[in-house]
């Protein structure tokens, strides 16, 4: 629920604000908070693509109709599904990154940049998408790519910020439980 909520705000945002920056860029802090939080709370394989298959799968019909029946502007239908793979793919990039990533590094540092990983993720499949899917790709990928020098390291920075929060509200509820348990223990000893 979370990720469809910064990604209709995030739409939002660029149609009334920026208008000239894709989307992709304003939401990747949000983007890589929840898909990071996801991977460390439930420590499930495959968490990240799952957080995003509802979306796919939910976008698909809709991608469909207005790409493919509407305006006709995709390579060929199958090219709808290909087209709603890039958040389960960049899901499926935060779990691999999650799980292969040293663990000698700290675990701050694991989730910046499974965070990182995970922004980057999403805007390369994007990428992927507007390059080939489309019988005219030009428009979109103008788009998309209008000011790369700049957003590009912000959508970076921001991702690995993401990813950093993550690990900071799940370590700082880790740590209030143990001290939680400690209190109850130590009122337990001297009863």
């Known amino acids: 629920m979370l990720l469809f909520l910064v990604f209709t705000f995030g739409t939002i945002f660029e ?3 920026t208008r000239r920056v894709c989307f992709v860029y304003v939401v990747s802090y949000f983007m890589s908070l929840v898909v990071v939080l996801a991977i460390r709370r439930v420590e499930w394989p495959w968490t990240g693509a799952a957080v995003f298959l509802p979306y796919a799968i939910l976008g698909f019909p809709i991608v469909y109709m207005i790409e493919v029946v509407q305006t006709q502007t995709l390579i060929a239908p199958w090219a709808a599904v290909l087209n709603s793979l890039p958040g389960p793919l960049a899901g499926l990039t935060a779990d691999l990154a999650h799980r292969s990533l040293p ?3 700290r675990e701050e540092w694991r ?3 499974t965070g990182m ?3 980057f993720g999403y805007f390369a499949f994007v990428l992927l998408a507007l390059a080939y ?3 005219d790709p ?3 990928l103008a788009h998309y790519l209008n000011g790369l020098y700049l957003t590009l390291p912000w959508l970076l920075v921001s991702g690995a910020l993401g990813g ?5 509200i799940t370590a700082r509820k880790a740590v209030l439980g143990v001290r939680a348990d400690e209190s109850v223990r130590s009122e337990i000893a001297r009863q």
């Open 138 to 140: 030009s428009p979109g």
């Open 111 to 113: 989730s910046a940049l």
């Open 164 to 168: 950093y929060t993550a690990h900071m």
């Open 15 to 17: 149609m009334i604000v």
């Open 133 to 135: 899917l489309y019988k």
């Open 117 to 119: 990983l995970t922004a």
């Open 103 to 105: 663990r000698s590094i």
